[in-house]
């Protein structure tokens, strides 16, 4: 197997990432989007749970939904049209 080796992000590089936003007028600078409210509360990314959005909301929920809701699902009865 090969596993690459990268440097964990730290929270004095995402407040590295936000200075960086607010000089070049970017809309994304090494991922980050965006200063987070919650940066005055929590310290990103030590204190943030993994990527649950991604790998649960708008990943296998969405996956799982279109599966229940779609017309050619196997649960059609739940099938509530356009």
Not at 47 to 56: A, K, R, S, T
Request: charged share 15%.
């Amino acid at each position: 197997m090969i596993f690459f080796k990268y440097p964990l992000r730290t929270n004095k590089h995402y407040l590295q990432c936000i200075a960086k936003l607010r000089a070049t007028n970017k809309t994304e600078v090494c991922g980050v989007l965006g200063e987070s409210p919650l940066s005055k509360i929590f310290t990103i990314p030590t204190q943030i749970p993994f990527d649950y959005m991604h790998l649960v909301l708008a990943g296998h929920l969405k996956w799982m939904l279109s599966q229940i809701f779609t017309e050619t699902s196997q649960y059609s009865d739940c099938y509530i049209g356009k």
